[in-house]
T-cell receptor, first 116, second 112 residues
Framework: NAGVTQTPKFQVLKTGQSMTLQCAQD?????MSWYRQDPGMGLRLIHY???????DQGEVPNGYNVSRSTTEDFPLRLLSAAPSQTSVYFC???????????????FGPGTRLTVL | GNSVTQMEGPVTLSEEAFLTINCTYT??????LFWYVQYPGEGLQLLLK?????DKGSNKGFEATYRKETTSFHLEKGSVQVSDSAVYFC???????????FGKGITLSVRP
């Protein structure tokens, strides 16, 4: 069981470039999410998904796109990178109880992104 | 909306000192409460959780009690170790909601 994996670990982009951060989980979790972590601001939710084909916006979705074509994968796309997107990005997954309430979230190791 | 407020940091303690990290929350209904820990260079790991009022979560010597009357979930440890140096996040998820709301996190450094 690899848990939640993220690639790449580090990335440097120039303003205007596009890229995709990869996230995969092998625990058959329904719920997956992307957070960004910035100094003094904790983690903020970007996008989330409760199952394949279903995505929704979190607290800070602007500038990011997601899709969920399979249960395992939840990529995050930056269409035109900006310096304000310099951050550490974490992917997380969890199972969902029948109540709709999530169980424990498992986090990936993170991707450190710098936009010049 | 939901919010989580953590005490300001950073916190520096000597080994074997007592630790308290304050956390209060605002949420409707009966949220679940969590403490996550992030060791240097790693992702977040669940430290402990409580899902209803008066529940006590515990793990690795850390404890936190869900206090509905004071909307708090303070983290405590009787004797910290150097290996406890990390960033600690308080978080909640609302009843029937799948999203987590995090506090800003607090950095704990433990000196030998």
């Amino acid at each position: 069981n690899a848990g939640v994996t993220q690639t790449p670990k580090f990335q440097v982009l120039k303003t205007g470039q596009s890229m995709t951060l990869q996230c995969a989980q092998d625990m058959n979790h329904e719920y997956m999410s992307w957070y960004r972590q910035d100094p003094g601001m904790g983690l903020r939710l970007i996008h989330y998904s409760v199952g394949a084909g279903i995505t929704d916006q979190g607290e800070v979705p602007n500038g990011y796109n997601v899709s969920r074509s399979t249960t395992e994968d939840f990529p995050l796309r930056l269409l035109s990178a900006a310096p304000s997107q310099t951050s550490v990005y974490f992917c997380a997954s969890s199972s969902l109880r029948t109540s709709g309430k999530q169980d424990t979230q498992y986090f990936g190791p993170g991707t450190r992104l710098t936009v010049l | 909306g939901n919010s989580v407020t953590q005490m300001e940091g950073p916190v520096t303690l000597s080994e074997e000192a007592f630790l308290t990290i304050n956390c209060t929350y605002t949420a409707t209904g009966y949220p679940s409460l969590f403490w996550y820990v992030q060791y240097p260079g790693e992702g977040l790991q669940l430290l402990l959780k409580a899902t209803k009022a008066d529940d006590k979560g515990s793990n690795k010597g850390f404890e936190a009690t869900y206090r509905k009357e004071t909307t708090s979930f303070h983290l405590e440890k009787g004797s910290v170790q150097v290996s406890d140096s990390a960033v600690y996040f308080c978080a909640l998820s609302s009843q029937g909601d799948s999203k987590l709301t995090f506090g800003k996190g607090i950095t704990l450094s433990v000196r030998p």
